[in-house]
């Protein structure tokens, strides 16, 4: 896959503390509001889902929160380019945030099959359970997926971090996702610097502006000028 490399040492690194402040800013301050931030992140993780690993069948594992919703849009765009995608969610419908539920909506409209489990082969597994808001380690529904997925041989690509990766410490939770590559926003999270979880690392523009970062002394974003995805380097 072809996109801009950037060392980890010339951008900021966000805290847990501070993303959740960036999110406030954004919709409260700026009105830019959260589904639009979450189509960036949809489709911009369906653009490297199809760009690295050029898949015909995708699972798309969806929590209720961002996160999910994320997951949910990425389904409906790798649906649009003809991607055989299949969701599982780690919650009830009825348990679903508003918008994420909205974009859960949107799916089943256009005929995305929502399944109880995962099926034991695809090509790839798209991983949009939890994002920073995890607390704890990942009990239930969740939990049970999790373990569910490090039994099929298949990829897995998560969005901001890897499920029972906790954004803030690095802790490896029991369970969590290895991922084989993890696509974060807007800036990433130091508890994925080295972490063994994460793989490959890419951060995606989700249209945070630069004086975001720089009214909280963040550092700086990646040049997303060519590309709304960068890799970054270790």
Known sequence: MNVPVVSADDIGWLTTEQMIEVDRVMIEDLHIELIQMMENAGRNLARLALERYCPTTVTVCAGSGGNGGGGLVAA????????????????????????????????????????????????????????????????????ELIRDLSSIDAPV?????????????????????????????????????????????????????????????????????DSTVVHIAK
């Open 76 to 143: 409906r765009h790798l649906h649009v380019a003809g991607v055989a995608v299949e969701v599982v969610l780690s919650s009830a419908p009825e348990r679903f945030r508003p918008v994420p539920a909205h974009q859960l909506d949107i799916v089943q409209r256009i005929g995305v099959p929502v399944r109880a489990a995962v099926a034991p082969t695809t090509d790839l597994i798209l991983d949009a359970m939890i994002g920073y808001s995890l607390n704890g380690a990942p009990r239930g529904r969740v939990a």
């Open 157 to 225: 690509l998560s969005l901001d971090a890897p499920s029972g990766l906790d954004t803030a410490t690095g802790t490896h939770f029991d369970p969590h996702i290895s991922a084989d590559a993890t696509m974060t926003l807007a800036l990433p999270k130091v508890g994925l610097r080295d972490s063994t979880a994460i793989g490959d690392l890419f951060v995606a523009d989700i249209s945070v502006p630069p004086s975001v970062y720089a009214a909280m002394n963040a550092g700086p974003a990646p040049d997303f000028t």
